[in-house]
């Protein structure tokens, strides 16, 4: 008998030049890019393909390019026969685990994606606002620090000993100082394109208001683990709301993660470009991680016992 398996799905972040190689599945892949290509009016797999790395880091191409590429490892899996007891995704990637349930139909969540990556581009283009990774300091302790700051938010709870913060550009410099100083291993300023995941993004979240609401959500096949709430659930209605906070909540993924273990999950098989998931699952006790594109697929069969 097999491992207890759940798939999770990469964020934005997790691009790269070349992610669209090796993907399995072509025949849902060539579907749902004519479809993103048209609805966000970009030569997304030349960009994919060909790049160049900033062209592919915009908001506007990362997000639909990644959503394609999860749900394209994860049917490749399923129909090799791999069963999951529950689904979850970091940020961007909650919308192809919700597609793999059978809460969204794969063209509703990819235009949900495209209209939510092209809210948050605009948001995001305007904002004040970056990110930084803390290392060697658990979510607590970085709010105790960050709690008096003007301007800065935990943005990302990742795992044991890494935290994203997200905000101002002056209340993440100020932020940076005040961690380094008290104990954080680094504080690494990261490239990306706005103060996700906080309150600045809330006309972005408002936007992309009317288009979630309109979309038809069904009860999930497979258990759920969600960004805002982790607790696994089912529930259209209850997915929908949760949903509705993400873009201006924080990604509580040591909470998934934990939700996951305890229902008895021994093996996240990563679904999409990289292994960013697959290296937070190593520093986490009771969970072993793997990457269907970076280790393989023959790897993943293994490590779940097929």
Known sequence: MGRQVAFV????GSQRIGMLDRLPAREVVSDLLSRAESLCGLPLERIATEGPSPAL???????????????????????????????????????????????LDDIDALTLVC?????????????????????????????????????????NDNGPGQVIISGTYAGIE???????????????????????????????????????????????????????DASLITDAVRIRQRLSGQIVSPVGWTATLDVLRDAGVEVLVECGPGSVLTGIVKRYDGLEGVSAETDGVDRVLEVIGR
């Open 115 to 155: 209209e939510r990556s092209r809210v948050m581009g605009d948001v995001a283009s305007s904002a004040d606002g970056t990110m930084a990774a803390v290392l060697g300091m658990d979510r607590a302790s970085v709010n105790a620090v960050i709690g008096d700051l003007d301007g800065v938010w935990v943005a």
């Open 57 to 103: 880091a915009d908001t506007r191409v990362a997000q639909p390019l990644l959503f394609i590429a999860g749900l394209a490892w994860a049917r490749d899996l399923a129909g090799r026969g791999v069963d999951v007891v529950a689904v979850a995704g970091h940020s961007l990637g909650e919308y192809a685990a919700l597609a793999f349930a059978g809460v």
């Open 9 to 12: 799905f990469p964020g934005q």
């Open 174 to 228: 100020r932020a940076i100082q005040v961690l380094a100083a008290v104990g954080a291993r680094r504080v690494v300023p990261l490239d990306v394109a706005g103060p996700f995941h906080t309150p600045l993004m809330a006309p972005a979240a408002d936007a992309f208001g009317p288009t979630l609401s309109s979309a038809v959500f069904e009860h999930a096949r497979i258990p759920v683990s969600q960004n805002t």
